[in-house]
């Protein structure tokens, strides 16, 4: 059944889930949306990690493992993500990205 | 041969009661820190004592000369092996004397201070540069080497520089404090190439070795000429030039009437009977080198020291503070000294002068800081500095009436005084040797009594002021130094000095000259009949006079427009054709570099500072846009 699914079905999936993200994560001004898009960009890349795993290596699980510990350090980047967004919105009072530009010069 | 180790503590005694007190002086009782600093110096006065005694009288065979003992050295700074400084103690006649003398001066100076300076805030400041001063000065005195009596000769420039501007909030203290140390540290600059070319010369630094009459110093005359003298003469002469920069000789003797802005206890001990002789010590410790290789230079000494004397008398005359009278006097008497060397040779009874020199130095140390710690007597009763405002004060003031006025008929030389016999000795050196600075010196000694009594009798006599609140005499913390030191100046001179100090350390007879002494005697009391006469009553004699020689007058009066000299040399000539060029090219071309550096870096960051903008999303952009762009060139073109 899965035998019957060509890799590059997998791959177009990823592709266009890579640049819905980077779409996203250029166009939306809510922190919160951009940080929604960037998990989008790491997962399409798991999917990559995944399916050339099964169709490529079948007998190795390297690929498998490495898509567990791109969750863990996505789930621990999540979790500072939003630690810093709630202390804009504390400072700012806003999450909106535009107005995160007071440092510059 | 004895052993003198222990004389090391004598100046390092001094050096623990600066740190103490200058760490730890602020949390004591004023009183504490003064009995502190007077008690420490008190130990090494009797250590100077006992060294003194068992130098001159028990440690010594009779008969024999006296030789210079190296009692401590150590390496200090090893450059390399030929170039190495050493630190020690040298004892010797002189360095024996210089050590009585400043022991004993400064220990006067500092029980007077405890009266002089009470209720001073700074009263543990003031003890702690006193001992300071005292330590810098002793390290000189006992100096092995000429490197290490450089390094102490700086020391103590630094002590009278915090001294003389001890009362910080007065801007004439401040003026006159950075006066001092510049005008001394430029004469320096000529002591440190006199050093650098002697100890090149001669390949040491070793005072033993320099003044050693057979050794290779003194043997390399010969050497390299330079304008007609020898490089030997030259360098003398540049140390000389240091020399006369600390004792205040023409022309370097501006600063010193104008440190008199520091606390009289000060100019009692640094300005009147211990650093200003410092020039005198140094070139009686170099003296072999002096009188038997360079006479050029001694001839040099000879006329800058008869010519200080008179020029510095004829100003005291017409000074009208008290501490500025003093302070001329001082110049003067020093020129006797400078000159006493000067006219002196070397060995026997042809080293008259040289004894001549160190004991007027001992005795000029005993009654002129007699002279100004009276003075600050009468400065500490009246609360002014100027003669017109004092007069008629021997009633309110006995004590210090009475030594004041024997300090005065001590310096002009009435016997049986001190003043007397070392006066008469340096008469006796220059009669034998030049009759024209004889004759000077006759002068000055007849100037001398003339503006002494002057002082004299314008304190003490004269018209009687009427003062706000009466006068009353010093506390006895002041007035026993007083009595102390009056009693050394009528009894120095019974010193057997010809005996003791002497130029190759053997003593010879010595006897007083009466067609010399007689006619100096004479013209002191003459002077002091002249001051009698104009100054005793209040007369119209001296405005007279000083009506009809006007011209004279203000230019005596104007201390000859030395400083007006310096002034416009300084302010006209260089200010403006050296040192503005030299400013402009720092100001433009220096820091012109430097600013164009820093204006094109802050122009470069104007520049591209669009960049930074701190929107995120523009970075994300660039940064895809920038990937995918690479990726097409990998993938098309490569």
């Known amino acids: ?105 | 041969m004895a052993d003198y180790t222990y004389t090391l503590l004598i100046p390092l005694i001094p050096l623990f009661v600066f740190v103490l007190l200058g760490l730890t002086g602020h949390k004591m009782k004023p009183v504490v820190s003064g009995l502190i600093g007077t008690s420490g110096l008190g130990i090494s006065a009797i250590l100077a004592y006992a060294t003194a005694f068992k130098y001159f009288w028990t440690g010594h065979a009779t008969g024999t000369a006296y030789t210079s003992i190296k009692a401590f050295e150590v390496s200090w700074l090893h450059l390399t092996d030929k170039l190495t400084i050493h630190l020690g103690a040298l004892i010797d006649p002189i360095s024996v004397m210089m050590l009585v003398v400043i022991t004993t001066v400064s220990l006067m100076v500092h029980i007077y201070s405890i009266g002089y300076m009470k209720g001073d805030p700074g009263f543990y400041r003031f003890f702690s540069f006193l001992s300071l001063f005292s330590f810098s000065m002793l390290g000189l005195i006992l100096a092995t080497n000429i490197f290490q009596m450089y390094i102490f000769w700086e020391l103590v420039g630094v002590s009278s520089f915090l001294l003389i501007g001890y009362y910080y909030e007065k801007p004439s203290a401040v003026a006159a404090s950075k006066k001092a140390f510049i005008v001394t540290r430029f004469a320096d600059l000529g002591f440190l190439i006199g050093i650098l070319m002697l100890s090149f010369n001669t390949g040491t630094f070793d005072f033993q070795t320099l003044t050693d009459p057979h050794g290779p110093a003194i043997a390399s005359v010969g050497g390299a000429a330079f304008m007609g003298m020898s490089v030997l003469t030259w360098s003398l002469i540049f140390i000389f030039v240091g020399g006369a920069g600390k004792s205040a000789m023409f022309p370097f003797h501006i600063w010193l009437p104008d440190a008199m802005e520091g606390p009289t206890p000060v100019s009692a001990l640094i300005h009147a009977a211990t650093m200003v002789v410092a020039g005198v010590y140094l070139v009686a410790r170099l003296f072999p080198v002096y009188a038997l290789a360079a006479p050029d230079a001694l001839h040099v000494v000879a006329w800058v020291g008869g010519f200080s004397s008179i020029f510095a008398a004829v100003i005291a005359c017409t000074q009208t503070d008290i501490k500025r009278v003093l302070a001329f006097s001082t110049m003067s008497q020093i020129g006797y000294m400078m000159l006493a060397l000067g006219v002196s040779g070397f060995g026997g009874e042809d080293g008259l002068g040289f004894m001549a020199s160190n004991f007027h130095l001992f005795t000029h140390a005993m009654f002129k800081a007699l002279l100004f710690l009276g003075a600050g007597a009468v400065i500490h009763a009246v609360h002014s500095n100027e003669i017109t405002d004092m007069g008629g004060l021997r009633k309110h003031l006995p004590i210090t009436h009475i030594t004041f006025l024997i300090a005065c008929l001590t310096i002009a030389g009435i016997p049986p005084f001190s003043g007397f016999f070392s006066k008469d000795e340096i008469l006796a050196a220059a009669f034998h040797s030049n009759k024209f600075l004889f004759a000077i010196e006759y002068i000055v000694a007849g100037l001398t009594a003339f503006y002494m009594f002057r002082l004299y009798y314008g304190i003490f006599w004269g018209k009687n002021t009427h003062y706000h609140h009466t006068p009353h005499e010093a506390p006895k913390v002041m007035t026993i130094p007083l009595m102390i030191l009056a009693f050394g100046s009528i009894f120095a001179g019974f010193l057997p000095f010809h005996n003791l100090v002497t130029s190759d350390g053997k003593g010879f007879e010595s006897h007083i000259d009466w067609m010399i002494a007689i006619p100096s005697v004479l013209i002191g009391v003459i002077g002091i009949i002249i001051a009698t006469i104009m100054y005793k009553k209040p007369t119209a004699i001296p405005d007279k006079l000083a009506g009809t020689f006007k011209n004279l007058y203000k230019w005596a009066h104007r201390k000859f427009y030395m400083d007006e000299v310096y002034l416009y040399v300084t302010r006209k000539i260089i200010f403006r054709y050296i040192s503005a060029p030299i400013a402009w090219f720092d100001r433009h071309i220096v820091d012109g570099t430097m600013n164009g550096i820093a204006g094109m870096t802050v122009w470069a960051a104007y520049a591209i500072r669009g960049l930074q903008s701190g929107k995120l999303q523009q970075y994300a952009f660039v940064f895809v846009g920038g990937t995918v762009v690479l990726v097409l060139i990998f993938v098309y073109l490569v």
């Open chain 1, 1 to 105: 059944m899965i035998q019957n699914i060509p890799l590059s079905y997998y791959l177009v999936i990823s592709t266009l889930m890579f640049f819905i993200g980077i779409y996203g994560f250029l166009t939306r001004r809510n922190l919160i949306t951009m940080l929604m898009s960037v998990e989008l960009i790491l997962n399409s890349v798991n999917i990559n990690f995944v399916a050339f795993n099964r169709y490529l290596y079948p007998q190795q699980l390297q690929g498998h493992f490495f898509m567990l510990i791109v969750i863990a350090v996505a789930a621990a980047e999540a979790a500072v993500a939003i630690a810093i967004i709630i202390n804009i919105y504390r400072n700012f009072k806003s999450i909106d990205v535009e107005n995160v530009d007071e440092m510059k010069y």
